[in-house]
């Protein structure tokens, strides 16, 4: 039987509307002060539970706007021959951590890690190949290296099979909680 082997993936999360952001840290702000300034009974027409509840609005219309990109490593030559291409430049900091020119393989290597765009759980149009370069050049430096961190753990980070406390934790025998 020969051996199938899937490449790691990763998902990153792009919120479309970042005022959205914004708007939710103001109010969780005001709701997380009003929750320690409160009291007396919160059926006293209290403010708390309406500010929580915009809080969560805020929450759901992110998650409406939010664009899910699966990037998935690029098969073991494909990367050496990007990092053989593209050696580091003595003049920048950030090339002699990576060990190469890093703005360079993120320009290539991240529309060529994309390999589909979901959004509410529905494919998204997206053409990596011909739809990348304008939608990076709105995103923040942020959002953009968001990208490159995870094409970078798909492709140099470990993969050892993971553990979850949570899920251990919630499957003990009952006895033992």
């Given amino acids: 039987m020969a051996l199938k082997l899937k490449r790691p993936q990763k998902n990153v999360d792009l919120c479309l509307d970042g005022t959205l952001r914004s708007a939710w840290q103001e109010a969780d702000a005001r709701l997380a002060l009003l929750r320690k300034q409160r009291f007396g009974d919160d059926r006293l027409n209290s403010p708390v539970k309406a500010l929580a509840q915009e809080v969560i609005d805020l929450q759901e219309q992110m998650k409406a706007e939010t664009v899910t990109f699966t990037i998935q490593g690029l098969p073991r030559t494909e990367w050496a021959d990007l990092i053989t291409e593209n050696p580091e430049r003595d003049d920048t900091p950030t090339d002699k951590s990576y060990g190469f020119n890093a703005t360079a393989v993120a320009g290539k290597s991240i529309p060529a890690s994309i390999v589909s765009a979901t959004q509410n759980g529905e494919p998204v149009e ?33 993969l050892d099979i993971p553990f979850s406390t949570n899920a251990s934790l919630e499957m003990r025998p009952s006895a033992e909680s």
């Fill in 126 to 158: 997206f053409n990596a190949a011909t739809d990348w370069d304008a939608l990076a050049d709105e995103m923040t430096d942020q959002q953009y290296e968001e990208f490159f961190i995870a094409v970078l753990n798909v492709n140099r980070g470990r």
